[in-house]
């Protein structure tokens, strides 16, 4: 007699999970991410079809005909079907939310490099790299590798003297040597990744699902639900019900759906990581051959500064920007990458001119960098085709035109390849626009007189605008377009949304300078332009020596409504944005990440001084955020 006991454990346990999480990661999901849980779908449930058969045709273990509806294939229950589906579902939904704050390709080990003796910046440096290093340390993860493989074969061993010995060792022996055979090769390919990895990355898939499972099947198991046979089982429970074949049997299929996710990020981590030797575009279904040549690429090929340069960068963007940090991780592959370069390029120079300790050495700092950046550019487009990241210590760049180490490794690794070079001097333009304040040193000699204040009419504001913020936005959208040069948009309307691009890059700058007016004040700065202060009998010199002002305030909520309408006028563009590689979602979320802090300034209205970034509240941040990436 059928019965709906099975079909009701998944309609209380796993369907409403497996909805929850779904829902969860539905704004940050990729189609690589689809890609990834269809093929470890297929590959769960051909696999495990006949080894389940096998083993209820042996009565391992056996459902009372009142508990299944009685459909099955190759003697399967169709509710166990679903359960192997179910589960590799939840388990892979769980490692792709937990992955989604890292970038592979950061994460793949490196041959170990002899470094000269750390000067005291480079030590320090060293030490905040500590997280990678100490677990990318080479030797130690041979090691564990090694360890790891012992360990795995020895389980396969045993399980197969316990499958041939029978009895109660059988359920156990056919498990270990069912699993371990394809654990221990995904740990042969990929165990460097998945040891260098966060632990969090690795154990929450495992974990979390497990002991969920260990749970939904102790009470199947209490209401007999399904049955384990005595004489083919060992009789020892973990807890009361549940058997210590079950429980092995969940850890361990989560130990391969999480091990099978991990070595999906492996290959993808360096087919993404290197163009210079995958030089062709990566969809975001890449073939079956190309993923095995990635897994299948020795760490000796890998190399190394690329991937210690992208880590420096990430670092940057995360340690100095918690909106487009949260933004990075809905981009998808290179184009999440070549955007942290951009932002850390983009970051590294600014800091050069604001940190330099005087403005004649800032000065100094912008004509090497303009050289460096016209140099390499030329370079570049001559050797186009034979472009390679040198495994020097050392960036070629930093060595020849004397920059600090930092900026010249971001401009090695910025794809200038594929970018118009006007925008990255009109970056440079801001920057100089920058050292026409009035210097606030009074040992200095020339002192800028009050009239001279840089930004002096709207037009000023609006070309300051577009050097610092609308050229990344132009950047940004390059790169959007090279990786996903969509078919159906006409050069007439990439022209247009770049246009709307650069001005919403405007629109995002009078936001920062609106946040930023006492502290630019400290440093000199005055951004509100001269003529909208003379309205109000202000002067730059009279907002520098102290910011919070009636008029200021004002001219801010002037400054502030201008940015919004600005936003309003342009961001329909996003809209016309491929949607490919996350590009559509990602820079929505950028932009009301930004345009956020601009609501928040208007709501606080009277609220100054304005210090830090600290304007929109991090769960304010977040909750916009997602909502940006589900409209
Ligand atoms: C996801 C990701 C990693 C994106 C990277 C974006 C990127 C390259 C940003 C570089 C920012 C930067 C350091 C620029 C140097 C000059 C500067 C300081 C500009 C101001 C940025 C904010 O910097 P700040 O460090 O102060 O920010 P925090 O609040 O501390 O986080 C700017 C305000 C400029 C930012 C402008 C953009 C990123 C361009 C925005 C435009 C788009 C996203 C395109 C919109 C597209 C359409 C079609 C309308």
């Known amino acids: 007699m059928a019965g709906l006991e099975y079909a009701i454990v998944h309609t209380k346990y796993t369907i409403p999970v497996a909805l929850l999480i779904t829902i969860l990661l539905q704004p940050f999901k990729t189609s690589v991410d689809n890609y990834k849980i269809t093929c470890l779908l297929i590959i769960a ?100 590798g090694l360890f790891g493989a012992i360990f795995i074969a020895s389980l396969v061993a045993i399980g197969a003297k316990l499958v041939h010995s029978g009895g109660q060792g059988t359920y156990m022996g056919l498990i270990l040597v ?152 809905v981009f998808e592959g290179r184009l999440r990458i070549d955007l942290v370069l951009l932002y850390a390029f983009c970051r590294n120079a600014d800091d050069l001119i604001d940190e330099a300790e005087t403005r004649e050495e800032a000065q100094k700092a912008l004509a090497k960098l303009s050289e460096a950046i016209s140099n390499t550019f030329s370079y570049r487009r001559s050797e186009k085709a034979s472009f390679k990241i040198e495994n020097n210590l050392k960036s070629s760049i930093s060595m020849l035109y004397n920059l600090p180490e930092e900026m010249a490794s971001s401009l090695e690794m910025l794809p200038l390849e594929v970018l118009p070079v006007k925008p990255i001097q009109g970056l440079l333009e801001g920057f100089g626009m920058d050292l026409r304040f009035p210097s606030t040193d009074k040992t200095e000699k020339k002192q800028v007189p009050d009239g001279e204040f840089p930004i002096r009419t709207e037009s000023d504001l609006k070309r300051y605008g577009y050097c610092v913020a609308g050229t990344v936005a132009e950047l940004l959208l390059h790169l959007v377009f090279h990786h996903y040069p969509s078919k159906g948009i006409t050069k007439k309307e990439r022209a247009e949304i770049i246009q709307a691009g650069v001005n919403m890059g405007i629109a995002l700058q009078y936001i920062n300078i609106s946040r930023d007016i006492a502290k630019d004040a400290l440093m000199g700065r005055c951004y509100i332009p001269s003529d909208w202060l003379a309205e109000y009998n202000l002067t730059p010199a009279m907002v520098v020596e102290k910011a919070d002002r009636h008029g200021v305030r004002l001219l801010r909520r002037r400054l502030l409504r201008s940015a919004i309408e600005i936003y309003h006028q342009n961001r329909s563009a996003i809209e016309k944005l491929p949607t490919h590689g996350g590009a559509r979602k990602g820079v929505r979320g950028a932009v009301e990440n930004y345009v956020e802090i601009g609501r928040v300034l208007l709501e606080r209205d009277g609220d100054m001084p304005i210090w830090n970034d600290e304007t929109v509240s991090k769960s304010r941040r977040l909750w916009v955020f997602v909502k940006a990436l589900c409209a």
């Open 45 to 144: 449930v051909t696999s495990t079809i006949p080894w389940d058969s096998y083993l209820l045709k042996n009565d391992v273990w056996d459902y009372p005909e009142d508990a299944v509806i009685g459909t099955t294939f190759w003697k399967i229950p169709v509710e166990e079907l679903f359960f192997f589906v179910i589960q590799t579902y939840i388990t892979s939904l769980v490692c792709i939310l937990v992955s989604k704050s890292i970038i592979p390709t950061a994460f793949l080990p490196t041959l170990p490099v002899t470094p000269p003796s750390p000067s005291i910046e480079e030590a320090n440096l060293r030490l905040q790299k500590k997280k990678y290093l100490v677990q990318n340390d080479y030797k130690r993860l041979r090691r564990i």
């Open 178 to 329: 069912w699993a371990c055979p394809v654990i221990f090769f995904l740990w042969g390919l990929s165990h460097q990744y998945i040891l260098s990895v966060p632990y969090k990355n690795v154990l929450i898939p495992i974990l979390l699902p497990t002991s969920y499972l260990w749970f939904v099947d102790t009470l199947a198991l209490k209401n007999g639900t399904w049955v384990i046979n005595p004489d083919k089982s060992f009789g020892i429970k973990l807890w009361k019900y549940l058997d210590i074949e079950e429980a092995v049997f969940f850890l361990i299929t989560n130990i391969l759906i999480t091990f099978g996710q991990l070595a999906f990020d492996h290959t993808l981590a360096v087919i993404n990581g290197f163009p210079e030797i995958f030089n062709f575009a990566i969809p975001s279904w890449p073939p079956f051959s190309v993923m095995v040549r990635g897994l299948s690429m020795a760490v000796r090929n890998y190399t190394p500064r690329r991937i210690s340069n992208l880590r420096d960068a990430i670092m940057k963007l995360q340690n100095k920007s918690r909106s487009f940090s949260l933004a990075s991780s």
